[in-house]
């Protein structure tokens, strides 16, 4: 799968790129100095499983990309 650029979103005023590289993983890069600071991925009960030196600010991104519409995560029924 080729990387796709979801767009962009601030936190903390900083700006960050989300790249999907692959369904549902997605690398956070810092925009001002086109730095990885790491990667989230999407888990089954809508938690984001966080990578990278910077947690805390890694899950602010990766909340702010779902609230923003910028990941291509759907709802899912649970089975019962």
């Given at each position: 799968?080729?990387?796709?650029?979801?767009?962009?979103?601030?936190?903390?005023?900083?700006?960050?790129?989300?790249?999907?590289?692959?369904?549902?993983h997605?690398?956070?890069?810092?925009?001002?100095?086109?730095?990885?600071?790491?990667?989230?991925?999407?888990?089954?009960?809508?938690?984001a499983?966080v990578?990278?030196?910077?947690?805390?600010?890694?899950?602010e991104?990766?909340?702010?990309?779902?609230?923003?519409?910028?990941?291509?995560?759907?709802?899912r029924?649970?089975?019962?």
């Open positions: 799968m080729q990387a796709v650029v979801k767009g962009m979103v601030q936190v903390h005023s900083v700006t960050y790129r989300i790249v999907r590289v692959r369904a549902g997605y690398d956070v890069v810092r925009l001002l100095d086109d730095v990885r600071v790491g990667m989230f991925s999407l888990g089954p009960h809508r938690e499983i990578e990278g030196d910077l947690p805390e600010v890694i899950r991104v990766a909340r702010a990309a779902l609230q923003g519409g910028r990941t291509t995560w759907a709802p029924r649970l089975l019962a």
